[in-house]
């Protein structure tokens, strides 16, 4: 009867240990496992949300590029425009301002060549004087005449 009375005795033993095991150690494991369960859940679907925000960030990301280069090329283009028009209104106004000199200087040149004319029907007007008044002065020689004409031909 021993042994069965320890048999009986262990099996109480055993029995009162299972018991005691579910009411207060299995159930603090339960909840642990479980919200471990939660946070490895949670965090798996936190990665696949990662996962799909990290390819929309990058689809995102090359369609502002695109969007980007597209306002680069047009930016790009109003300046060569914007340039173009610069050096053609550049060279307009040097075209201008080339022939207002132009005229300038015919003016200046005209002007001159009259100031000159002038001046030198001046000149032949004192020279036709200062000759007529030494031909009254001198005789009336024919010789002396040509030569005084000569010398006044040579001056001029």
């Known amino acids: 009867m021993n042994i069965n009375l320890t048999i009986l005795g262990q099996a109480i033993a055993f029995a009162i240990f299972v018991l005691f095991c579910m009411k207060y150690v299995?159930?603090?494991l339960r909840d642990a496992l479980t919200e471990r369960q939660e946070r490895i859940a949670?965090?798996?679907?936190a990665a696949e949300r990662a996962k799909a925000d990290l390819k929309n960030a990058h689809a995102e990301a090359a369609a502002e590029l695109e969007a980007a280069k597209a306002r680069s090329v047009k930016l790009i283009e109003q300046a060569n425009l914007s340039a173009q028009q610069i050096v053609d209104e550049?060279?307009?106004?040097?075209?201008?301002?080339?022939?207002?000199?132009?005229?300038?200087?015919?003016?200046?040149l005209q002007q001159?060549?009259?100031s000159a004319r002038s001046e030198?029907?001046?000149e032949v007007a004192a020279l036709a004087v200062k000759g007529a008044e030494s031909i009254l002065r001198s005789e009336v020689n024919e010789q002396k005449h040509s030569d005084m004409l000569k010398s006044l031909s040579s001056s001029l």
């Open 112 to 114: 001159q060549i009259a």
């Open 42 to 45: 949670d965090g798996l679907s």
């Open 90 to 108: 550049a060279r307009e106004q040097a075209k201008v301002e080339a022939n207002r000199i132009s005229e300038q200087s015919q003016a200046n």
């Open 26 to 28: 299995w159930p603090p």
């Open 120 to 122: 030198l029907r001046q």
